[in-house]
């Protein structure tokens, strides 16, 4: 237990450094995103940001480990820092609550595990998550936690096992499955 503590630890530094910087020039981060919105948008021009970071990840493989680490490492830089602490119950639709913290965030964590795939949940929240990067200039940062990032990006091994799966439960609406599986690749891709 111990080993992984440390592990979980290591692997923060680098979102840590990252988060310093962030933190050091917070500032100047805000205005820079702001001015840089198209001003003729107006949800961007007057868009009002609730939380620094908004945590994605799937709670089963990294809440109680790299998730909880890293939002306790946030909270300590200052940084405000929104993560679902409510269990998620299977088959339940995303909540209205979730939603309006993606929009109310300037920075989105996204940390892919070897059963991220497996949530429905996940994914409708990463597909929130894209559409505000794209809408309002959500700044997305995927973290690939125990997973090789070729995994996500090629829907290989439990990647590849969970769309199967969804494609099977989602027969009558296989066109929400294909956006998932869009989404997470654009995501996946992302420098």
Known sequence: ?????????????????TNCM??????????????????SNPSSSSHQWK???FLSFRGEDTRKSFTDHLHTALKQEGVITFRDKENVKRGKPISLELLKAIEESLFAIVILSRSYAS??????????????????????????YD????????LLGSYAEAFIEHEKNFKKNINKVHTWKATLIEMANLA
């Open 22 to 39: 962030i933190r050091a020039s917070r500032t100047a981060i805000f205005q820079n995103l702001l001015t840089s919105m198209d001003a």
């Open 1 to 17: 237990m111990e080993v992984d503590r440390v592990r979980d630890i290591e692997r923060c530094s680098f979102i840590l450094s």
């Open 147 to 154: 997973v090789d990032p070729s995994v996500v990006r090629k």
């Open 119 to 144: 949530s429905t949940w996940c994914f409708d929240e990463l597909v929130k998550i894209m559409e505000c990067r794209k809408k309002i200039g959500l700044i997305v940062l995927p973290i690939f």
């Open 51 to 53: 939380y620094h970071v």
